[in-house]
């Protein structure tokens, strides 16, 4: 049968189809499953919740953006004692339709340390060579060059530079980027490899069948196999349910992310016997601050995020150049009425550095909402973790005045909203800072099935394969047993690549 994308408006009845593997998910780990185990010559269906879009989709306005490629309008958000936002996407390739193409392995003493806290065998630098080597052929990773870096990251390195801190153009996934700051709101070049560009493709032309607008609702089983899934099809922006279906499979690959991947499986009775499916939830809550320079630093141009610094991950945090739509940044802008118009006109002399932070005593729970999938998160920010943030902000405060800034923004409720000096910036280091005085995000997510040699405290092993069922498999970040460091695409989809070979091992 060959390989095609079908659409909402495609899916006119009800259906049936079999395969050897269904994938759930098109984001970051299912297409690279779904692109492996189609090449390799199985029949492969590949289900997506949200619909494909192309590059006359794309508008950069940040609202209207938001509206259309996030969940929950860009409005989920944790409920504990810090209200964070987390950015889900919903559309055909996931996550990396909106990431900012970020490709960093894991340092070695991370994955050494998951080896040993959560019996991991197989799952170290050296075992996961291959498949790194693999991904980052596949999708074309790179270093940023400085043709694209725009003045906003070139300050960041500068500014590293003056204080002996070792920073680095972001190896990203991209192939002929042209600096346009729009991997957020998607990307019109299509220069991002994203998964809907990059490997959706290469599965479709090895035969894949997708089902975009295609949300599941329930993982089939008999005993201790697992034979299919079923649910309905969505309208695209409003969720109104259309036809039924039902994918019977040899195997089953959930990727539909850290917060859906754990209700699919409590609601199929598939969580198994650990009682940690759906518990772990951890994120990178990250801070941000803005400065602002003498000269214009043309903010719109330059790569989404192109400077980096690893200096910091034995600190617990990990610093970054950021740029998104000017909307979105004017939210975390200071002031009324004039003030507040004032300050709008200097965001073009403005550059926002931001750092992800390690919080791995910061732990929640996602739940279902009654009568749905539809996900509750709990989660608090431990207080043994806010040091983390605290040095962070300060750090990225002096590199903001290395660098030349005039005066920086922080975003700390009960601090100056503006700073002029290192001096006045020291209060960072030292005033006592409230979870709920942070501006946080957290859009790197994980923990919530995650992989464990011993089946009373995980749900799958390090090959993704589910203790509860013998041909069920996972391949989203919620197999990461904690934080990786740095950020999370590129070893879930190292993990995912070998994910596909155990699944093509068990058919």
């Given at each position: 049968m060959s390989g095609f994308v079908r659409t909402f408006d495609e899916h006119l009845r009800n259906f049936v189809d079999r395969c050897d593997v269904a994938v759930v998910g098109s984001g970051p780990g299912g297409a690279v499953v779904a692109w492996q185990l189609a090449e390799a010559g199985y029949d492969v269906v590949l289900l997506e919740e949200g619909p494909p879009f192309q590059p006359e989709d794309f508008v950069t306005d940040g609202s209207a953006a938001i509206g259309r490629l996030l969940r929950d309008d860009g409005l989920r958000t944790t409920r504990g004692n810090l209200r964070m936002p987390t950015m889900q996407a919903i559309a055909l390739g996931g996550g990396s339709l909106v990431n900012s193409a970020i490709c960093v392995r894991p340092p070695a003493s991370t994955l050494a340390g998951w080896a040993e806290e959560f019996e991991l065998g197989v799952t170290g630098p050296e075992d996961l060579a291959p498949h790194f080597?693999?991904?980052?052929a596949a999708l074309g990773v790179e270093a940023t060059p400085d043709a694209v870096q725009g003045r906003r990251n070139l300050l960041f390195r500068d500014g590293c530079r003056a204080l002996g801190i070792a920073a680095e153009p972001i190896r990203r996934n991209v192939r002929a980027c042209q600096g346009s700051g729009e991997c957020f709101t998607g990307c019109r070049a299509r220069a991002k490899q994203s998964t809907d560009?990059?490997?959706?493709?290469?599965?479709?032309?090895?035969?894949?069948?997708?089902y975009a607008s295609a949300r599941v609702g329930q993982v089939l089983s008999h005993g201790r196999r697992v034979t299919g899934v079923g649910g309905r099809t969505v309208r695209p922006l409003c969720g109104e349910s259309g036809a039924a279906f039902r994918v019977e499979a040899r195997a089953v690959v959930l990727a539909a992310g850290c917060l859906a991947t754990p209700l699919l499986l409590e609601r199929s009775g598939l969580a198994g016997a650990s009682g940690e499916c759906g518990r772990n939830l951890q994120f990178h809550p990250g801070v941000a601050v803005m400065g602002i320079f003498d000269d214009p630093?043309?903010?719109v141009f330059g790569a989404t995020q192109g400077y980096h610094s690893l200096a910091f991950l034995d600190r617990g945090y990990k610093l970054e150049t950021l740029w998104g739509p000017p909307g979105v940044m004017a939210v975390r802008l200071p002031g009324q009425g004039l003030a507040y118009k004032e300050n709008l006109a200097r965001i073009k002399n403005a550059a926002i550095w931001?750092?992800?932070?390690?919080?791995?005593?910061?732990?929640?729970?996602?739940?279902?909402?009654?009568g749905s999938l539809d996900p509750l998160l709990d989660w608090n920010l431990d207080h043994r973790d806010l040091p983390i943030l605290s040095e962070a902000l300060w750090t990225l405060a002096r590199i903001f005045f290395a660098a030349g800034a005039r005066t920086i923004?922080?975003?700390?409720?009960?601090?100056?909203?503006?700073?002029?000096?290192?001096?006045?910036?020291?209060?960072?280091?030292?005033?006592?800072?409230?979870?709920?005085?942070?501006?946080?995000?957290?859009?790197?997510?994980?923990?919530?099935?995650?992989?464990?040699?011993?089946?009373?405290?995980?749900?799958?092993?390090?090959?993704g394969r589910c203790h509860a069922a013998e041909n069920l498999f996972v391949a989203d970040t919620?197999?990461?047993?904690?934080s990786p460091a740095v950020n999370p695409m590129l070893v879930t989809m190292a993990l995912a690549h070998r994910v596909a070979g155990a699944v093509a091992a068990a058919l």
């Open positions: 080597d693999a991904i980052e560009v990059a490997l959706v493709p290469r599965a479709v032309a090895a035969g894949a069948r997708v630093t043309e903010p931001d750092a992800i932070a390690s919080c791995n005593r910061s732990h929640g729970r996602v739940r279902a909402k009654r923004l922080p975003g700390v409720a009960g601090l100056p909203d503006e700073m002029r000096s290192l001096d006045e910036a020291r209060v960072l280091r030292t005033a006592p800072i409230r979870p709920q005085d942070l501006l946080c995000s957290g859009n790197h997510v994980f923990g919530t099935t995650r992989m464990h040699g011993d089946p009373r405290r995980g749900v799958a092993d390090e090959f919620g197999l990461l047993p904690r």
